[in-house]
Each structure stands twice: as structure tokens, then as C-alpha cells.
């Protein structure tokens, strides 16, 4: 999934996606169907790529976790996030089929499904725990 097609996705769920600058964060989403992002602080196209897939995750699934409580696990929700976002840039399927075809490397990877090294990365680590536990995704 490319970034046009994640805003086209947002649209079509009815998720606003506004830019301006903030603080601290690069990027952060509302349960109410809200995401804000600071572009300023996204260095390339694959940066906002990879927050935007991810703050879709959050609204998707919705995991949001309360900041106030110290019974909410916080890193629950981010794995949620983080499952969707690459559940949806680098298909399971799709990634078996490039590994297939040759491409062996995590940089080849990244390069192919057009994302940072350190998602690629990720959704390798996520993929092999799954496979591991015999999980069926």
C-alpha cells in the first residue's frame, strides 16, 4: 500500500488527517476519527508513510490508551498500532512472494515494499514471532 492510497484510505473512513506543527510529537490520533501530523519533523515520503499507517492502526483498532492511568498498558496499544500498519504496507503473503523472488536482504525488502529499514525490520521480527508460535495470520 503506497502513501496516496493510505490518505485515500483515511478518506474513505471518514478520518480527518490535518498538519501542523507541534512540540514534541511528529504525530498522534484521536478516537474520534482525527489524525495530526508534523511534517516538519518527517524527513522523507516513507517517514510519513510509516506514521500514517500507524496512526491509522490506532483508529482502526481503536487503541488508544488513557495517559493518566496506571493500569492501561500503553505499549498494548502501540502493538496494535504497529500489527495493523504492517499487516497493511507488507502483507504476509506479499512478503513470502518477494523473499521468493530473491530478495534476501532487509535493505532489498525495505526497497521493495517501499519503507524505512527499521519498519522492515519490524515487520520481519513480527512475522517471525508469528511464524514461530504457529500462529495463523
Given at each position: 500500500m503506497n502513501l496516496l492510497?493510505?490518505?485515500?484510505?483515511?478518506?474513505?473512513?471518514?478520518?480527518?488527517?490535518?498538519?501542523?506543527p507541534m512540540r514534541?510529537?511528529?504525530?498522534?490520533?484521536?478516537?474520534?476519527?482525527?489524525?495530526?501530523?508534523d511534517v516538519d519533523k518527517l524527513s522523507s515520503s516513507l517517514e510519513e508513510k510509516i506514521h500514517l499507517a500507524h496512526e491509522l492502526g490506532h483508529i482502526q483498532t481503536g487503541s488508544f490508551?488513557?495517559?493518566?492511568?496506571p493500569l492501561d498498558c500503553r505499549a498494548k496499544h502501540e502493538n496494535r498500532a504497529n500489527k495493523w500498519a504492517i499487516k497493511k504496507l507488507i502483507p504476509k503473503d506479499e512478503l513470502d512472494d518477494a523473499v521468493r523472488s530473491g530478495f534476501l536482504e532487509v535493505w532489498e525488502l525495505a526497497e521493495y515494499f517501499d519503507v524505512t529499514y527499521s519498519f522492515m525490520e519490524q515487520a520481519?521480527?513480527?512475522?517471525?514471532?508469528q511464524d514461530l508460535a504457529g500462529v495463523a495470520i
Open positions: 492510497e493510505l490518505y485515500n484510505l483515511a478518506e474513505e473512513s471518514g478520518i480527518d488527517v490535518d498538519y501542523f514534541e510529537i511528529v504525530s498522534v490520533s484521536f478516537p474520534e476519527g482525527w489524525i495530526a501530523m490508551y488513557n495517559i493518566y492511568s520481519m521480527r513480527y512475522y517471525q514471532q
